[in-house]
């Protein structure tokens, strides 16, 4: 069974710019959760998308959005890009979301730098 | 609002010796506790997770066991191995949605030959 995918693995942008990540979950899988990880602050949640719908965001400006599409297959944009943009993104899959008792599995993740 | 606390690493250790990792946690409601380990280059695996008080997660000789008179969820290796190297990562799902996960800073645990 095919895992998390994540792409591309890695991009380089400069400020101003716009981007796009994409992550496939796991076959069967309709929630998919999205988190920033830098060395300063850690891993935070961005939000959550589940039947094409967000239904959990975490403390990220406008800037930061998300879409799932109706094969559960997710994308996140960055608009306006920043310097403090830069970090790994992961986007973890769980089968319906919202239960602790379904583990989530992550990706590799995609590793966003920007000059 | 929800947190967790683990110790600051890097934390290095000899092959065979013993680990414990701390980890405290604030949370309005009943959470779910999770550890999570991440090897160099790659995403986070979950390697153990408790649902309620007083639930021991286990798994690859790690253990950590829920407290809740504490709030800790402490990680424990009896012999740890050089492929126990990576960071990890304690966690807990939110108390307004079990989708969202809350962790901890991280500890970088390296181990020598």
């Known amino acids: 069974k095919a895992g998390v995918t994540q792409t591309p693995r890695y991009l380089i942008k400069t400020r101003g710019q716009q981007v796009t990540l994409s992550c496939s979950p796991i076959?069967?899988?309709?929630?998919v959760s999205w988190y920033q990880q830098t060395p300063g602050q850690g891993l935070q949640f961005l939000f959550e998308y589940f039947s094409e719908t967000q239904r959990n965001k975490g403390n990220f400006p406008g800037r930061f959005s998300g879409r799932q599409f109706s094969n559960s297959r997710s994308e996140m944009n960055v608009s306006t890009l920043e310097l403090g943009d830069s970090a790994l993104y992961l986007c973890?899959?769980?089968?319906?979301?919202?239960?602790?008792?379904?583990?989530?599995?992550f990706g590799d993740g995609t590793r966003l730098s920007i000059l | 609002g929800d947190s967790v606390t683990q110790m600051e690493g890097p934390v290095t250790l000899s092959e065979e010796a013993f680990l414990t990792i701390n980890c405290t946690y604030t949370a309005t409601g009943y959470p779910s506790l999770f550890w999570y380990v991440q090897y160099p280059g790659e995403g986070l695996q979950l390697l153990l997770k408790a649902t309620k008080a007083d639930d021991k997660g286990s798994n690859k000789g790690f253990e950590a066991t829920y407290r809740k008179e504490t709030t800790s969820f402490h990680l424990e290796k009896g012999s740890v191995q050089v492929s126990d190297s990576a960071v990890y990562f304690c966690a807990l799902s939110d108390s307004s949605s079990a989708s969202k996960i809350i962790f901890g800073s991280g500890t970088r645990l390296s181990i020598r030959p």
């Open positions: 973890a899959s769980s089968l319906l979301g919202g239960d602790s008792n379904q583990p989530q599995h």
């Open positions: 076959s069967g899988h309709r929630s």
